[in-house]
């Protein structure tokens, strides 16, 4: 531990930086708490917001080149539980959006094997394995969840909650 509270080690302070998109209160306030959590255990957090397209973007985003120590975005999700796009190796930029370059190959095998059979009760087998393996594995920390509530008067005919 170095005399400013920070670990180092050969003259290298322990820093990492946090991506994220700027102007977004839930997110600046979350790192603000992982920033004292860190520095709580002498790793100091630098934060880098920037606006959605520089975080997102192709070829030049933070994510897409790989430019950052720790990210908080989000993603939307459909019922589907295919996730071959996040965790597939093969997935990753420039190919897809596994911008955590998870490498894992049993969740490259049951990504692919998920993706092609239209068998619920083989999906949710395969599913539930991918699951295991990324709790294990700890590529990303979801921090929170969504609900879309849906509101309709009940004239209308044939909606379809998401």
Same mark, same amino acid.
Do not use: C, H
């Given at each position: 531990?170095? @005399?400013d509270g920070?670990?180092?080690?050969?003259g290298k !302070?322990?820093? &990492?930086t946090i991506v994220?998109?700027?102007?977004?209160k839930p997110? *600046?306030?979350?790192?603000?708490v992982? +920033?004292?959590?860190l520095k709580?255990v002498?790793? *100091? &957090?630098?934060i880098? %917001?920037?606006p959605?397209? !520089?975080?997102?973007?192709r070829p030049?985003g933070l994510?897409?080149g790989?430019?950052?120590?720790?990210?908080m975005?989000?993603w939307?999700s %459909?019922?589907?539980?295919n996730?071959?796009?996040?965790?597939n190796?093969?997935?990753?930029?420039p190919?897809?959006?596994?911008y955590t370059?998870?490498?894992n190959? *049993?969740v490259?095998?049951? $990504?692919?094997a998920g993706n @092609?059979?239209?068998?619920?009760a *083989?999906?949710?087998?395969?599913? +539930?394995?991918?699951? $295991? &393996?990324l709790a !294990?594995d700890?590529?990303m920390?979801?921090?929170?969840?969504?609900?879309t509530l849906?509101v309709? %008067?009940n004239?209308?005919?044939g909606f !379809?909650r998401s």
């Open positions: 531990m170095g @005399a920070f670990r180092a080690k050969g !302070k322990l820093s &990492l994220s998109t700027s102007g977004r997110r *600046e306030l979350t790192e603000q992982l +920033k004292s959590y709580a002498g790793i *100091e &957090l630098s880098n %917001n920037v959605g397209p !520089k975080l997102f973007g030049d994510l897409y790989g430019e950052y120590d720790l990210a975005y989000a939307v %459909n019922i589907d539980p996730n071959i796009f996040m965790w190796s093969k997935q990753q930029p190919a897809g959006q596994n370059r998870y490498t190959p *049993e490259d095998r049951l $990504t692919v @092609a059979t239209v068998n619920t *083989e999906r949710a087998v395969i599913y +539930k394995k991918i699951q $295991t &393996l !294990k700890m590529p920390v979801p921090l929170l969840v969504w609900t849906n309709v %008067n004239r209308i005919e !379809k």
